[in-house]
């Protein structure tokens, strides 16, 4: 859901093992959470950086949504709307999640890419 495999994969020369790498190295941390942890610690800054490299890295992987709601919170940590950060960190965590765990199940793995 909200992934664009066709384009991605085109654009890396039909290179499933190198997707599938950059995917895992994507979903190696915990970027929802990390970007929380920085809001919470008032460091807007950081937070608005965690959340532009999300949304441009979430971009070039195909991860469409994630992307969109990254770019969003990235707007509102700029505009200094910071609960209007949180709520949509909600709606990032579950988009995250999901596609983590999807990503995860087609490698053969536990949920964990």
């Known amino acids: 859901p909200g992934v664009d495999y066709e384009i991605t994969i085109k654009r890396m020369s039909d290179d499933t093992a190198f997707y599938a790498k950059m995917l895992r190295l994507f979903f ?65 965590e579950q988009a995250y999640y999901q596609v983590r765990n999807i990503a995860a199940q087609l490698e053969g793995g536990t949920g964990d890419v």
Do not use: R, V, W
């Open 28 to 92: 190696n941390h915990d970027l929802p959470n990390e970007l929380l942890g920085a809001i919470d610690n008032h460091t807007y800054t950081n937070a608005a950086y965690l959340a532009h490299s999300m949304k441009g890295t979430a971009a070039n992987l195909g991860l469409k949504q994630i992307s969109l709601i990254a770019a969003n919170i990235h707007m509102y940590l700029k505009a200094g709307d910071i609960e209007g950060a949180k709520t949509m960190l909600i709606d990032l």
